[in-house]
């Protein structure tokens, strides 16, 4: 969904409508049991893939894996356009300028720019996203996504038409992409303009246990802020965090090792500022 070139101002707010009408027009024409289900799996796969994959392996490398694990991940990420190397090179540039003018999605730079408009183009070109992301760029598969983001959830696009039709389309595919993109740009909205705020951070971000149970742990924002580099964005016991469950579950198994855990030290780090509720 994104590309390093300006659109047209029009064009990104034409294809967001369009692939929003898509399921309702398959509802409308009548859709089938086995569309939901395909949707419901691309839709885990690719909240996995954006979260554990994207967030926390390729941008903040919270865990370590095998390189062909780390293609799953990549792969699972593609899903919803995903691509680790632009991912990981603009997020960090968010970290870097979070809730500022430089910022890549901040909601002080407006609703739709934060929530929609910044995966067309968030400001920044390419060269200065893969300078953020010299890590990855080393490895040629990596690459050949960053170049051809389109092609692998164009292909799983034509494959649930090529198998259900047009319903199976829009719902298992257009709307599995929907709620993994509206996931994402809630926790880079209202992660930012809350006031559940446990550490002093140098931006605006917050925790928003809502959010931290829809997108299966990332709404814990300012915890994540307070210390990016850890696994977990859950530090707390009664911080649901299925993802670092899963990732824990995946240590058990050898695909993934060396998890970062929260410091006590940094974990109890309790500094809240002014008139805000830890």
């Given at each position: 969904?994104?590309?390093?070139?300006?659109?047209?101002?029009?064009?990104?707010?034409?294809?967001?409508?369009?692939?929003?009408?898509?399921?309702i027009?398959?509802?409308?024409?009548?859709?089938?049991?086995?569309?939901?289900?395909?949707?419901?799996?691309?839709?885990?796969?690719?909240?996995?893939?954006?979260?554990?994959?994207?967030?926390?392996?390729?941008?903040?490398?919270?865990?370590?894996?095998?390189?062909?694990?780390?293609?799953?991940?990549?792969?699972?990420?593609?899903?919803?356009?995903?691509?680790?190397?632009w991912?990981?090179?603009k997020?960090?540039?968010?970290?870097?300028?979070?809730?500022?003018?430089?910022d890549?999605?901040?909601?002080?730079?407006?609703?739709?720019?934060?929530?929609?408009?910044?995966?067309?183009?968030?400001?920044y070109?390419?060269?200065?996203?893969?300078?953020?992301?010299?890590?990855?760029?080393?490895?040629?598969?990596?690459?050949?996504?960053?170049?051809?983001?389109?092609?692998?959830?164009?292909?799983?696009?034509?494959?649930?038409?090529?198998?259900?039709?047009?319903?199976?389309?829009?719902?298992?595919?257009?709307?599995?992409?929907?709620?993994?993109?509206?996931?994402?740009?809630?926790?880079?909205?209202?992660?930012?303009?809350?006031?559940?705020?446990?550490?002093?951070?140098?931006?605006?971000?917050?925790?928003?246990?809502v959010?931290?149970?829809?997108?299966?742990?990332?709404?814990?924002?300012?915890?994540?802020?307070?210390?990016?580099?850890?696994?977990?964005?859950?530090?707390f016991?009664?911080?649901?965090?299925?993802?670092?469950?899963?990732?824990?579950?995946?240590?058990?198994?050898?695909?993934?090792?060396?998890?970062?855990?929260?410091?006590?030290?940094?974990?109890?780090?309790?500094?809240?500022?002014?008139?805000?509720?830890?």
């Amino acid at each position: 969904m994104r590309t390093s070139m300006a659109l047209p101002r029009a064009l990104p707010a034409l294809l967001i409508l369009l692939l929003h009408t898509q399921p309702i027009i398959a509802v409308v024409r009548g859709a089938h049991v086995i569309d939901w289900i395909v949707c419901t799996v691309l839709y885990l796969l690719s909240a996995f893939g954006l979260g554990v994959g994207l967030h926390r392996y390729f941008a903040h490398r919270s865990f370590e894996t095998s390189r062909a694990f780390q293609f799953v991940l990549c792969l699972f990420s593609s899903i919803a356009f995903g691509d680790p190397v632009w991912f990981a090179g603009k997020h960090r540039l968010h970290h870097k300028h979070s809730d500022t003018n430089l910022d890549v999605h901040s909601p002080h730079q407006g609703f739709w720019f934060c929530w929609f408009a910044s995966i067309f183009d968030e400001g920044y070109s390419d060269e200065e996203i893969l300078a953020k992301a010299r890590d990855l760029t080393r490895y040629p598969e990596l690459m050949w996504i960053h170049r051809h983001y389109y092609i692998f959830p164009v292909a799983i696009a034509a494959a649930t038409y090529l198998v259900g039709g047009y319903s199976m389309f829009a719902i298992g595919y257009c709307l599995s992409l929907l709620l993994a993109l509206h996931a994402a740009s809630a926790v880079n909205y209202y992660c930012h303009k809350g006031k559940n705020r446990r550490y002093d951070t140098q931006d605006r971000s917050t925790n928003n246990s809502v959010l931290g149970v829809l997108t299966f742990g990332e709404g814990w924002h300012n915890n994540h802020h307070h210390y990016p580099g850890t696994a977990r964005a859950g530090f707390f016991w009664w911080e649901l965090d299925v993802f670092y469950y899963v990732l824990r579950i995946l240590s058990v198994l050898g695909l993934v090792w060396n998890l970062r855990e929260v410091p006590n030290r940094v974990k109890y780090d309790f500094a809240p500022s002014p008139n805000v509720k830890a």
